[in-house]
T-cell receptor, first 115, second 116 residues
Framework: GAGVSQSPSNKVTEKGKDVELRCDPISGHTALYWYRQSLGQGLEFLIYFQGNSAPDKSGLPSDRFSAERTGGSVSTLTIQRTQQEDSAVYLC?????????????FGPGTRLTVL | DAKTTQPPSMDCAEGRAANLPCNHSTISGNEYVYWYRQIHSQGPQYIIHGLKNNETNEMASLIITEDRKSSTLILPHATLRDTAVYYCIVRVWVGNSGGSNYKLTFGKGTLLTVNP
């Protein structure tokens, strides 16, 4: 079946611009996660959604970052006034919350480059 | 979550079994062993997980020692497409009880290179 999809796959923007990254989770998965991975670095947790609510936003690095999820499905991560340090691969994952092992399935990521 | 240690790199010949070790000597009784991999320029991919019994799925087998202090991921017939960084992590299963152990944290992992 269809996996997690993300768009765009690549985004190049200028410092100070706003960007929106989209995630389509696996159908039926109620939990959704955003991570980012900088070059050569590990996985950095950003936010967790259960349904449309976000019980854990603790990983968002600043108030320039926000995310929403509508209809218990698609999620959008918005970065306002982008900075060069925001350059990274932004990964979305979903899981069947409550399922065995709660394994997370990842999308291909969006590579964000801030010039 | 308990810390894991893995060799930084391994090589394997195409068609042979790849055996990737992981040490997790401080694992707690309620922590599962999970394996993910990340192929270059792709998102992480879930492979397998287990608690104490050996597990097998269409991708791999997971062998966990009786004392649960180490485990081995086995790819029975490695292909060139299996070249990736493999991450071993231990974490509590969230299940239906909720909790906050959903945050995946990867260490350095093992870079497995499958050679033709």
């Amino acid at each position: 079946g269809a996996g997690v999809s993300q768009s765009p796959s690549n985004k190049v923007t200028e410092k100070g611009k706003d960007v929106e990254l989209r995630c389509d989770p696996i159908s039926g998965h109620t939990a959704l996660y955003w991570y980012r991975q900088s070059l050569g670095q590990g996985l950095e947790f950003l936010i967790y959604f259960q349904g449309n609510s976000a019980p854990d936003k603790s990983g968002l690095p600043s108030d320039r970052f926000s995310a929403e999820r509508t209809g218990g499905s698609v999620s959008t991560l918005t970065i306002q006034r982008t900075q060069q340090e925001d350059s990274a691969v932004y990964l979305c994952a979903s899981s069947l919350a409550g399922g065995p092992g709660n394994e997370q399935f990842f999308g291909p990521g969006t590579r964000l480059t801030v010039l | 979550d308990a810390k894991t240690t893995q060799p930084p790199s391994m090589d394997c010949a195409e068609g042979r079994a790849a055996n990737l070790p992981c040490n997790h000597s401080t694992i707690s009784g309620n922590e599962y062993v999970y394996w993910y991999r990340q192929i270059h320029s792709q998102g992480p991919q879930y492979i397998i997980h287990g608690l104490k019994n050996n597990e097998t799925n269409e991708m791999a087998s997971l062998i966990i020692t009786e004392d649960r202090k180490s485990s081995t991921l086995i790819l029975p017939h490695a292909t060139l497409r299996d070249t990736a960084v493999y991450y071993c992590i231990v974490r509590v299963w969230v299940g239906n009880s909720g909790g906050s152990n959903y945050k995946l944290t990867f260490g350095k992992g093992t870079l497995l290179t499958v050679n033709p």
